[in-house]
């Protein structure tokens, strides 16, 4: 809040500075570019070249994918802690349909991503029609989707016999670039378009802005809360249907490590042109700033717990500056 400053008539006066709202809007684009800047000082001729870049893209795709996902239910003021495992549950039912069952990669691959939005309705139920905290259901769902995945797999890799064609889905390239990458572009106009230009999104901010005056102005509230849920759900699938085919197999635990990576960018990106909100460019923007400094981290020859390291430091960060800048929002 600024105190009213009374001026001659006609004369213009320049609002304050206001720094916090400044750092709430851009301070994560800032890190980002700092982090590009220094690189590209230190490690010019490794990191500022045309193939490092399409391997930071490559190898943040998967992870923007399931982060997009997760933005839908933060955005409508809900959490899924299950994300990384229907990821990896998802690949391991792709690739046991087309091991055991002969299913084709598209029928397999459809029938994943169905058992994902399936995971993120029923999660959706539980915290609605239930009344169960997200954290609490969504990790007790996780809970019992691991269990399935071990039901199914026995903890043991499903490796394909002939991986070739499957493989092709992450390691095929159209003008130098892998797949992935226009997968996840493609992906994030699409969620882009659904939050901001569709009725279901502009619902879901509401809701996850106000679920009270939401509902009074006639909203169903329930219906919009588990939407975002299967969207999630559905995101995590394909992201786990996509990681098993970099190796032509799924490992039980394959997309488990995901949901840090997911959290931390989606709060990193609340810093991103917005005040303290989550939406789908500022969760891409926290996804490059992640790849970008564990791509330093290798470069400059650091050990792999720095990763880690970076990650936590990542993801408080972005949940101060974004809690910070609501608080400043609603003042």
């Not at 058992?115 to 915290?127: M, P």
């Not at 975002?228 to 039980?252: D, N, P, W, Y």
Request: hydrophobic residues 55%; proline residues 3%.
């Amino acid at each position: 809040m600024t105190a009213d400053v009374i001026t001659e008539p006609g004369r213009r006066t320049r609002a304050p500075f206001d720094g916090w709202g400044f750092v709430g809007k851009y301070g994560a684009l800032l890190v980002l570019a700092a982090l590009i800047i220094a690189m590209t000082v230190l490690h010019f001729h490794t990191f500022a070249t045309k193939s490092n870049a399409i391997n930071v893209l490559s190898q943040s795709a998967l992870t923007a994918i399931i982060a997009m996902g997760l933005t839908f239910p933060l955005v409508a003021g809900d959490f899924d802690l299950s994300i990384g495992y229907t990821g990896s549950c998802s690949g391991v039912i792709a690739c046991t349909l087309m091991v055991s069952d002969g299913f084709s990669i598209a029928t397999a691959f459809a029938v994943a991503v169905a058992f994902g939005a399936a995971v993120g309705a029923i999660n959706g139920l539980i915290v609605t029609k239930i009344g169960v905290n997200p954290l609490v259901a969504t990790l007790g769902v996780g809970t019992v989707v691991v269990g399935i995945n071990y039901a199914i797999a026995g903890g043991t890799p499903v490796a394909l016999t002939n991986p070739l064609p499957f493989l092709h889905l992450t390691l095929g390239k159209l003008l130098g670039v892998p797949y992935p990458v226009y997968v996840m572009f493609g992906l994030a106009l699409v969620l882009w378009l659904l939050l901001n230009r569709t009725v279901t999104g502009q619902s879901m901010q509401a809701v996850g802005g106000n679920p009270v005056a939401a509902r009074l102005s006639g909203l169903h509230v329930d219906r919009v809360r588990v939407t975002a849920f299967v969207i999630a759900g559905a995101c995590a699938a394909i992201a786990g249907v996509l990681l098993a085919s970099t190796s032509g197999q799924a490992a039980s635990d394959g997309a488990d490590g995901y949901l840090l990576t997911a959290f931390a960018a989606c709060f990193f990106g609340t810093a991103v042109l917005s005040n303290g909100q989550f939406h789908i460019v500022g969760t891409l923007v926290g996804v490059l700033t992640v790849g970008i400094g564990f791509n330093a981290i290798a470069l400059i020859g650091l050990a792999t717990y720095y990763q880690f390291l970076f990650q936590g430091a990542l993801l408080i960060v972005g949940v101060g500056v974004g809690t910070f800048a609501r608080r400043r929002a609603q003042a």
